[in-house]
């Protein structure tokens, strides 16, 4: 109803857009929605503004705002899958916000911007186009789930209404709510139907950013569940070891003679006995320690120095540059299962390696795009999941030179990937903060979700995906945080903030090998040992450790943990130098406090050396 005509709108499944009038003669205005899809429309809440949204018969969605007296597109919104797995169904709020139910999530838009706003995924349980409906205030949206229930999501508003609900119900039954800060959205649990009075409202689940729905500009959806605390662990004073000379622990810098480079990639071969690192120069190192009397292993280790490894023809393992800078190329690395070859890039093409030989196999993938990341599949050495500069994966057979999929899903460029055995998926991270699950038997995306905490507009760094052990759980590293996911949810189990002595951004991270430790390094050169479940901080290693005090620029840029042995790691230095360290033997694990804890109100136990020959150890 507009300037006094009354008139409805109807669509059809042929993509017609029809508008009658109550004259019983035919309608009056035509439109074609674009991709000529299956549309709903509606209007802003004041009548102003109108909106259809809807999919073709090929996947592809569109969310359109229309200008009325011309019967033409005003606005696309951006952001929908490339083929979305159902009708999208959208809704509007406040003449300000637009919703939709895409990918198994619920996207937002600022009416007035065309790229996405921010996302969630409701803690999970919703189909893939999930329809929705805002309350006359746009406090509260109701969303369908898979088990045909339905979930409310409520804003800061919102959750001021359910609390006066709750309070008038006999008897009362606060509501409990988990804080992630102002302007948030959280999902509630409706049991019973809709939201009506008389309902009960159960529970309220943690709390997922909303931020746009509260007037706070953001761009990205992101995960900021607060973080999860065993109830155990409250009543228990943490203590964090301190180690600050390198006569504390065990450590040695690997001998190098080749032109310095920052060690950009670091990995140890799957034996063990050797270690490759990746120069930002696009050159390889490899060092290996050799079987004697004295390691008789001959596996890696700081008590005896490797040597810097090459063959009989001299050549170095170099990678192909093409007409790239490889010190501002995004350097990537994948060793096989048995160590004979490696996958490398600095830039240029993907070169594949003998590493007997050092010889050059084959080279694919020119760019551009260039590769950024590089997985081989646990099952078969020949097919390799290369992420790209472009934000795409491609699933690659080496053997018949032949990409078998291409996986769309990031906003930048990929900086990590992991496969799981067990749940049979891949997961990917990239520059965007997100983290993307595929099947690996159809290669579709399964979950996706953000996990920085506070996007930053212009700003894009890593995030690193591992799978624990079992294969089931999920470290996730960001210079923001550590997180551990349950990967067949995607859905966060622990999370870890930079804080007090280990407060500088984290430049990398990684499980031990047996995944009961996590070995992460910091920007300011700090090294953080943690508890692998809980992600409790065990033992910090001051710079002084591995460098000169005089020296304060230099720090970790990459972490390698020993494939067998769980209290030995790695680090790949700005100043282009290898460290190894272990425990002293004396210990045999990170963290074992002095005889005399001298427990600072911070909660850190300061560890002195008594001399140059050793420190007084006990176990704490």
């Keep these: 109803h507009k300037e006094n005509i009354q008139f409805i709108f ?98 937002f838009w600022d009416m007035d911007n065309i790229n996405l706003l921010t996302m969630v995924d409701a803690e999970g349980g919703l189909p893939a186009s999930p329809r929705l409906r805002f309350n006359k205030e746009g406090s509260l949206l109701a969303v369908t789930t ?71 500009d953001g761009n990205r959806s992101v995960d900021v569940k607060p973080r999860l605390d065993d109830p155990a662990d409250k009543n228990k004073i943490w203590k964090l070891t301190e180690i600050t000379d390198p006569v504390q622990c065990r450590t040695i810098r690997l001998l190098d003679n080749l032109p310095p480079s920052k060690a950009s990639r670091l990995i140890y071969t799957n034996s063990g006995v050797a270690l490759l690192a990746l120069g930002t120069n696009a050159v390889h190192k490899l060092w290996k320690w050799q079987r004697n009397d ?138 965007d903060a997100q983290v993307c699950v595929w099947s690996t038997d159809g290669w579709e995306k399964r979950k996706a979700k953000y996990i920085q905490p506070q996007p930053q507009p212009g700003r894009s760094t890593d995030t690193r995906v591992q799978f624990h052990n079992d294969q089931v759980r999920l470290l996730v590293v960001h210079e923001s945080q550590l997180a551990i996911y349950d990967a067949a949810k995607l859905e966060r189990i622990r999370q870890w903030l930079p804080h007090d002595s280990l407060s500088a951004p984290i430049s990398n991270a990684t499980y031990s090998c047996d995944s009961q430790l996590v070995y992460a390094s910091f ?51 700005s100043d282009g130098g290898v460290q190894v360290l272990e425990p002293l033997e004396t210990e045999g694990r990170w963290g074992t406090g002095p005889s005399s804890e001298n427990v600072t109100a911070n909660g850190i136990i300061s560890v002195q050396a008594t001399s140059s020959q050793g420190v007084e150890q006990a176990s704490r």
Aim: glycine content about 8%; charged content about 15%.
């Design 523 to 573: 920007n300011d050169g700090a090294v953080g040992v943690f508890d692998g479940e809980g992600l409790r901080p065990h033992c910090r290693l001051a710079p002084s450790v591995y460098t000169s005090p005089a020296v304060s620029s230099v720090y970790p840029l990459v972490i390698a943990a020993h494939p067998l042995e769980p209290n030995q790691f790695a680090l790949g230095l």
């Design 146 to 216: 898979n088990d045909n229930g339905i979930k409310i999501l409520a804003n800061s508003d919102g959750m001021r209404l359910l609390r006066a609900f709750e309070a008038a119900r006999v008897p009362p039954e606060p509501i409990i709510t988990k804080s992630s800060g102002v302007n948030s959205m959280v999902a509630v649990s409706a049991v019973g139907g809709p939201l009506t009075a008389g309902v009960a409202v159960d529970r309220v689940s943690p709390t997922m950013s909303m931020v746009g729905l509260n007037g706070v």
């Design 294 to 431: 004295r390691n008789p292993t001959g596996k890696a280790t700081a008590n005896f120095p490797p040597q810097l490894w090459q063959p009989a023809s001299g050549i170095l393992m170099t990678n192909d540059i093409s007409d790239t800078n490889p010190e501002e190329a995004v350097p990537c690395i994948a060793l096989s299962k048995n160590d004979s070859y490696v996958m490398s890039a600095s830039g240029g093409k993907v070169s594949l390696f003998n590493m007997m030989t050092f010889k050059v196999m084959t080279t694919f993938m020119p760019p551009p795009p260039t590769a950024t990341f590089l997985a081989f599949h646990p099952q078969d050495n020949n097919i390799i999941a290369i992420g790209m500069e472009d934000s795409t994966i491609q699933i690659y057979n080496v053997r018949v030179d032949e990409v078998k999929s291409k996986l769309k899903g990031h906003q930048k460029r990929i900086t990590g990937l992991a496969f799981s055995s067990t749940l049979n998926v891949l997961v990917s991270s990239g520059a």
């Design 10 to 107: 109807s669509t059809a499944i042929d993509g017609k857009i029809k508008a009658w009038l109550y004259d019983l003669l035919g309608s009056r205005v035509d439109y074609d929605a674009p991709g000529h899809c299956c549309t709903t429309m509606a209007y802003s809440a004041d009548g102003s503004r109108l909106f259809s949204c809807g999919t073709s018969k090929d996947g592809e969605s569109y969310l359109v705002e229309w200008n009325e007296s011309e019967g033409a597109i005003k606005r696309t919104y951006s952001g929908f899958r490339k083929h979305s797995l159902g009708v999208v169904q959208f809704d509007s709020t406040r003449n300000h916000f637009l919703a939709a139910g895409d990918e198994f999530q619920i996207k």
